[in-house]
Nanobody, 121 residues
Framework: QVQVVESGGGLVQAGGSLRLSCAAS????????MGWYRQAPGKERELVAA???????NYADSVKGRFTISRDNAKNTVYLQMNSLKPEDTAVYYC???????????????WGQGTQVTVSS
C-alpha cells in the first residue's frame, strides 16, 4: 500500500556528481521524516543524510560538505545531491520514510528497494 521509490543511481567517475530522488506514495499519512541510507556489500546499512523531526538536517561525517539533502513536502519527495563523489561512496542507497500508514495506529519505517551508486577511481 505504501510505495517508496528511489531513482538517480548509476556509474560515475570519482569527482563526479549524482542526484538521487525518492518519492513516497500510496496509503501513507503524517510523514514524520525522510532520509537516505546506504549499504555496501558485506557492510551494515548506515545513515547518509536525513531530516530530523524538526526539519534539521543530519549528515554522516564522511559526506559532510559534499552531499546535500533537500525535500519537497508537497510531493513527499526527498533528494540527495552528491558532489565530489569518491569510490568509498559506492553502495546501494536506500530511502527511508517514517510515517503513518493509512488505517494504522502506529508509525512505521518504510524502505525503498534501493538504487545502486558506483563510483570508479
Amino acid at each position: 500500500q505504501v510505495q517508496v521509490v528511489e531513482s538517480g543511481g548509476g556509474l560515475v567517475q570519482a569527482g563526479g556528481s549524482l542526484r538521487l530522488s525518492c518519492a513516497a506514495s500510496g496509503s501513507i499519512r503524517s510523514i514524520a521524516s525522510m532520509g537516505w541510507y546506504r549499504q555496501a556489500p558485506g557492510k551494515e546499512r548506515e545513515l547518509v543524510a536525513a531530516f530530523t523531526k524538526g526539519g534539521r538536517t543530519n549528515y554522516a561525517d564522511s559526506v559532510k560538505g559534499r552531499f546535500t539533502i533537500s525535500r519537497d513536502n508537497a510531493k513527499n519527495t526527498v533528494y540527495l545531491q552528491m558532489n565530489s563523489l569518491k569510490p568509498e561512496d559506492t553502495a546501494v542507497y536506500y530511502c527511508n520514510t517514517f510515517g503513518l500508514r493509512s488505517g494504522s495506529s502506529y508509525y512505521t519505517d518504510f524502505w525503498g528497494q534501493g538504487t545502486q551508486v558506483t563510483v570508479s577511481s
